[in-house]
C-alpha cells in the first residue's frame, strides 16, 4: 500500500512508503508555496500543510512524482485558487492525475484521471513542459517515450460530464459550449484571479447542478423497418437528442399517453423503443420525451405518424402495348407484407380470372396471357 502525504519542500520516501521530511526532492516547492485557503506564501523552509495522507493506493507501486500548479473555480465563484496537481508514475506503466484540494482548511486529493500506457511497464521519468501554449507530461519507461497533454477537455461535450469530470485544467466556456483549458492565470505573487463570465467547473465536489439550462432538441423517427409497418411485424423508434446533450432519461408517448414497458412493448423509458408483433391497435402517433442534465429541462419531439397494414402492393402491374399475335402478353405484381399471401388475378370489372390454358398462373405473382 502506497500513502501520498503532501509536505512542502526537503521530503523524501521513507522505506514504509511515506514521504517525509529528510532530504531535498521536490525543489519545485522551493520557488513558491502558496496555501490557497489561507494565501500564505513562503519560499524557503519546512511548510506542514497536512499530516495525514491525501491518498492511498492499494497495491500501487509509484515510481515517479510530478507536480504542477493551475487555477481553479470552486462552486462556480468569482476567482479562481491555485490549485496543486500531481501526476504519480507507476511500475504497471499507468500514470495517476489527482489534485490537491482544500475544505475548511483541511487538504483532501480527488482524482480526475488514470492514463495507461501502450506497453505497461515501469515509468521511469516525467516532466511537464509548455509548448505553443499547451502543456505536456513526458514519461518515459524502458523501451518508449509518450509525449501526453495534461488534459484532454475536448472529449466532455456537455457542461456536466466537463464539470463532472473535476479535471482540474477543464472549464466549460458557455459563450463557446465547450469544455476548454483554463486560461485563468493569477498575477505574480497572487493566490487567486478573477473568473470571466459564463466560465462554469466546480473541481471539490464535482456538483453540476450550476450549469446553465441550456434549451436543447430531440427528435423520433422510425428505425426500422422503412414505414408503414405490417401486421405481425417488430418496429423500432429511436429518439435522438441534439449533439452534445446529456441525456438523463427518457419516456415515449401514444397519442398523448405514456407507454410502459410489458406485453410486446419494450423500451419505454429508453432511447429505442421496440414494438413486436405489430397489431392495428398500435396504429397511432408516437413521441419521445427526454430530460437533459443542464438544469433538468426537457423536450418533446415531433409526432410520428404509425400506419399498421396487413399487405402492400410495392410494384404494380405495368400496361402493355402494341402485342403481337402469336406473342405471350406477362404482368408482374411485387407486394410487401406479412407472409404468407395470396393472389387472384382480375378482370377490369372485379371479375376473377378463371384458370386453364387462356390465362396461366391467376393465383401467383405473375400472369401470363397467350395472344
Sequence with gaps: MLQVAYRANNSVED???????????FDIFRTLLVNPNTGTQTTSGYVEIGTEPLAVFNGVTVT????????????????????????????????????????NGTAF???SEEIKLDDA????QMNIQQQGGVKYLYVNTDTSIYRLPVQRCGRYLSCSTCVGSRDPYCVWNTSLSQCVVSSIVPTINSASASVPNGIYQNIHTGVVSSCPALPFSVSSFILRPAPPAFIGSSLELMCNASYGSTITSYQWVK?????????????????????????LLDQGTYQCSAINVEGSRSSLSNGIQLTVIDVMVTRQPQNLTNALLGQTATF???????SPFSYQWQ??????LPPGDRYQGVTT??????L
Excluded: E, H, M, W
Design 332 to 338: 408482374n405484381v411485387t407486394v410487401a407484407g406479412v
Design 347 to 352: 378482370y377490369g370489372n372485379g371479375t376473377n
Design 109 to 111: 486529493s480527488i482524482v
Design 121 to 124: 511497464s515501469s515509468i521511469k
Design 64 to 103: 515517479k512524482i510530478v507536480l504542477d500548479q493551475t487555477c481553479v473555480v470552486t462552486n462556480n465563484a468569482q476567482t479562481c485558487v491555485i490549485q496543486d496537481v500531481l501526476f504519480l508514475g507507476t511500475a504497471v506503466g499507468t500514470v495517476q492525475k489527482f489534485a490537491v484540494g482544500y475544505l
Design 255 to 279: 397519442d398523448g399517453l405514456y407507454l410502459a414497458d410489458g406485453g410486446r412493448v419494450t423500451g419505454s423509458t429508453q432511447s429505442i423503443l421496440t414494438v413486436s408483433s405489430v397489431t
Design 365 to 370: 405473382t405473375t400472369l401470363v396471357i397467350p
Design 15 to 25: 522505506s514504509t512508503g511515506r514521504f517525509g521530511r529528510n532530504g531535498g526532492v
